[in-house]
């Protein structure tokens, strides 16, 4: 492969574990966080540092093998895995959100039987649309700002906890338009998402300095490539958006539910947990939040038409119901629309297959 | 041309059809009598009250082919608050019970290609992928589904009916009125959660009486919770009295037999079925009969029924002097009957519906069968892992080892699916199956 002249630099991102020593040093807290809805800003209320755990991919799973059955996510596999190997020690707390059958397993399980050494904080995710749903959330919140007071003796207070939202409203505005400034920037599809994704574990700080470094980067025309839109729970393996950067082609706009679907609009009351619930309800049409079928299709040929994209890649995680139940509206949706679509099934332990990239490169010359 | 249609169809849904289910009736009656047309060495004959069951559930669905003429027709999830319906006058389909009727003709595989070579995955729930089949082709074994005016889920037995119901919506343009219903982790749901459940109870109604044309009177809905109340009182009696040893009723004659709790709760005849069977199990018991002829070991069954292999399990373990005496599946619609209030029905619905076994958590269930071990006796336990139920089965791998630890009952897993048969061994089910007996027998 050719360098690619327009690709520029890419700023540091510390690892994860300095990140939570650093912060314990301050006398923070560290939460581990599960898929895929949860209210960031109060956690930063109570100085708790957040840290997804979005499996993590290629962990040793056999240890989960011993209580759940294999017909389970890797997404819920792996995150099990990661923890009785140790891998979640840096944290102090445990929240599980509800976000399918199987992570209300996950959290069900972690409150039973595993009991680990953290607490396990569970929030559950209204599914109706209707204003009840975003009164039991904001309620869901109070419940567990009641909890993390107990874990952590203190009590921020709400103008405290208003204004972690307010610097979270503006976080999440400059992932936005990060996101919006795709076509520009100088970065492969793979760089992107290696950025935008450590909104999942940096301080707000370093990652609104992040957000300000990237949208400062010069824009660039890019190389012709094939833009696509990418849908599905979470780019992992990242080996595949490697692929899809050797194969001439750039993911301009995502529905992914750990990036896409969680760029939140900044809420409107002025009670901080209804605020909170309004914005995390607010985000674009997301399957686990129970979002109908033709929303998403409108939301998927919405950002398909205004980044010009040529054809739809869903990366679908195996065993993943609230995706796999959309799937068949959604692609016959699209190709009635004109626009064609693939779907490459994955578990987050297995690397990309080259069946895997052969079809994609089919796909792709198709488009091209 | 319209008019003779309908009189046709009214006479065969109220008049010859009827007939004919209840002459079917007399004849199986018949021959139960004679003691004619049962051939098992190990399992006593069904209740003579299954018969009833029988017909009343035929009687269901014929009246289902030709409802969309005069009624207005909700499908619904199987743990909803059907009260509101019932009281509305919708006639009731629930596609989940339409499954396990497929599972059971051994059609759900054939149905579920049809779903699955229109996209839908495998590993997706076998009786979703068995009604949206039986939608796409039009085939039944119950003649003709009718269609829906409303979708009507609640999604406290998983969330797995909130993505097929949103199918069903975006393919039949029917509205969905959805009950959330939040998973209650720790031993009670907060009061935040229970009156989020009762205001979605509460607004369903101004979208339900729109749909039903007509309005919700509060003297039917307390009368139909009444009913309701009854029959899974009722249930719940049947199913207790298999304390009794030998088990008068086995848990294979439970998940057919409670075909009528799930789907006719709130009717007077569902009430009187489940007096009549009560009457004749107390009657078994009386003349010491049990469902397994020489019962040995008492079974408690997890999880869903593998619906196409129902008969030829229970003939395995009563080959073994093995009983399944009681089910946390067939258990759960009885449980809750303390909860319905028809004196406060919105707020007892909230809180009736949002504790069923499969909306609470992992500890729970483990609770629930050690209690049920010690309240029948039990000496082994199955746990179905169901491929397609990923809810009740999550936390069986535990669950089976602290039964074994703490109780000092062995339980076995056995892989399988409630509807796909290509989820099932029959040889390894046999030999786990027999090993497992040949364990209890030391």
């Not at chain 2, 289902?64 to 003429?69: C, H, I, K, T, V």
């Not at chain 2, 719940?236 to 409670?258: G, K, W, Y």
């Not at chain 2, 069977?277 to 008492?298: P, Q, S, Y």
Request: glycine residues 6%.
């Amino acid at each position: 492969m050719q360098p690619d002249v327009n690709v520029a630099p890419l700023p540091s991102i510390p690892r994860r574990r300095d990140l939570a020593r650093a912060h314990h040093e301050r006398g923070g807290l560290v939460a581990a966080v599960l898929p895929i809805h949860y209210p960031r800003a109060l956690l930063r209320a109570f100085g708790i540092l957040p840290m997804e755990v979005w499996g993590p991919p290629n962990v040793d799973a056999a240890r989960a093998a011993s209580r759940l059955q294999p017909y389970v996510c890797s997404i819920v596999r792996n995150a099990l895995s990661f923890l009785e190997s140790g891998g979640l020690q840096i944290a102090d707390l445990l929240i599980v959100p509800h976000a399918c059958d199987s992570l209300q397993g996950l959290g069900s399980v972690l409150l039973d039987f595993v009991h680990p050494a953290q607490p396990v904080l569970p929030l559950y995710l209204p599914r109706n649309p209707a204003p009840e749903g975003t009164a039991f959330l904001a309620d869901e919140f109070r419940a567990l700002h009641q909890r993390l007071a107990e874990v952590t003796q203190r009590t921020p207070s709400e103008s405290e906890l208003m204004q972690a939202i307010l610097d979270e409203e503006v976080a999440d505005d400059l992932l936005r338009r990060v996101h919006e400034q795709r076509p520009t920037l100088p970065l492969t599809t793979f760089d992107f998402y290696h950025l935008v994704r450590a909104r999942e574990f940096l301080p707000l700080d370093s990652f609104v300095s992040l957000a300000r470094a990237i949208l400062a980067m010069p824009a660039v025309k890019s190389p012709p490539k094939i833009p696509i839109v990418l849908s599905g729970i979470v780019p992992e393996p990242m080996d595949m958006l490697r692929a899809v950067d050797e194969l001439g082609a750039s993911v301009i706009a995502d529905d992914l539910a750990c990036c896409g679907r969680r760029l939140y609009p900044a809420g409107r009351s002025r009670d901080p947990f209804m605020r909170l619930a309004e914005s995390l309800l607010g985000g674009s049409p997301d399957s686990t939040r129970g979002s109908p079928i033709q929303d998403r299709l409108d939301h998927l040929l919405g950002l398909a038409h205004s980044t010009g994209s040529r054809g739809v890649v869903f990366h679908d995680v195996k065993f993943c119901e609230p995706e796999l139940f959309d799937l068949p509206v959604l692609r016959r949706g699209l190709r009635d629309a004109g626009l064609p679509s693939i779907t490459v099934e994955v578990d987050l332990n297995d690397a990309v297959s080259h069946q895997a990239r052969t079809r994609l490169e089919a796909f792709l010359e198709m488009i091209a | 041309m319209k008019a003779l249609g309908d009189l046709r169809d009214y006479a065969v849904a109220r008049v010859v059809g009827p007939a004919a289910l209840r002459v079917q009736r007399w004849g199986n009656q018949w021959r139960a009598w004679r003691g004619s047309g049962w051939e098992s060495a190990y399992l006593a004959p069904p209740l003579g009250v299954a018969v009833r069951g029988k017909e009343m559930v035929a009687r269901h669905w014929l009246a289902g082919r030709y409802a969309n003429r005069d009624r207005k027709v909700a499908w619904i999830t199987s743990a909803a608050p059907v009260e509101l319906l019932h009281a509305l006058g919708f006639f009731i389909v629930y596609p989940e019970n339409h499954g396990a009727i497929c599972g059971a003709a051994r059609v759900a595989v054939d149905l579920s290609c049809e779903a699955e070579n229109a996209g839908y995955s495998r590993d997706l729930c076998s009786y979703a992928r068995t009604d949206l089949g039986s939608l796409f082709s039009g085939r039944t074994p119950v003649g003709r589904l009718p269609m829906p005016d409303l979708l009507f889920a609640c999604t406290n037995i998983c969330q797995t009916v909130l993505f097929w119901y949103r199918v069903l919506a975006h393919q039949l343009r029917v509205p969905l009125v959805l009950i959330d219903t939040p998973f209650v982790y720790f031993e009670t749901a907060p009061e935040h959660a229970v009156a989020y459940v009762q205001r979605q109870i509460e607004t369903s109604v101004p979208v339900l009486e729109k749909i039903a044309g007509r309005s919700l009177g509060m003297a039917k809905l307390k009368e139909t919770g009444t009913l309701s109340r009854e029959a899974a009182h009722l249930w719940m009696e049947i199913m207790q009295r298999n304390a009794h040893q030998p088990a008068p009723i086995s848990v294979v004659d439970q998940f057919t037999l409670m075909a009528p709790v799930v789907e006719m709760r709130g009717e007077p005849a569902t009430v009187d079925f489940y007096a009549a069977m009560l009457r004749e199990v107390d009657g078994r018991i009386a003349e010491g009969v049990g469902a397994v002829k020489d019962e040995r070991h008492r079974l408690l069954w997890d999880n869903l029924p593998i619906w196409y292999r129902l008969k030829d399990v229970a003939e395995m373990l009563g080959a073994g002097g093995a009983a399944l005496v009681a089910s946390t599946y067939t258990n759960a619609w009885g449980e809750l009957a303390d909860l319905i209030d028809p004196e406060e029905p919105f707020e007892s619905m909230a809180r009736t519906y949002l504790y069923p076994i499969l909306n609470r958590g992992t500890g729970h269930k483990l609770k629930t069968m050690r209690r049920m071990i010690d309240q029948y006796s039990l000496d082994g336990v199955l746990l179905h892992s169901d491929r397609s139920c990923k809810p009740y089965s999550i936390g069986q791998l535990d669950q089976r080892d602290r039964l074994a630890r703490e109780t000092g009952v062995p339980a076995l897993l056995l892989e399988a699916d409630h509807n796909d048969s290509r989820c099932y061994s029959e040889a390894q089910v046999a030999n786990r199956v027999a090993a497992f007996i040949e364990t209890l027998e030391r």
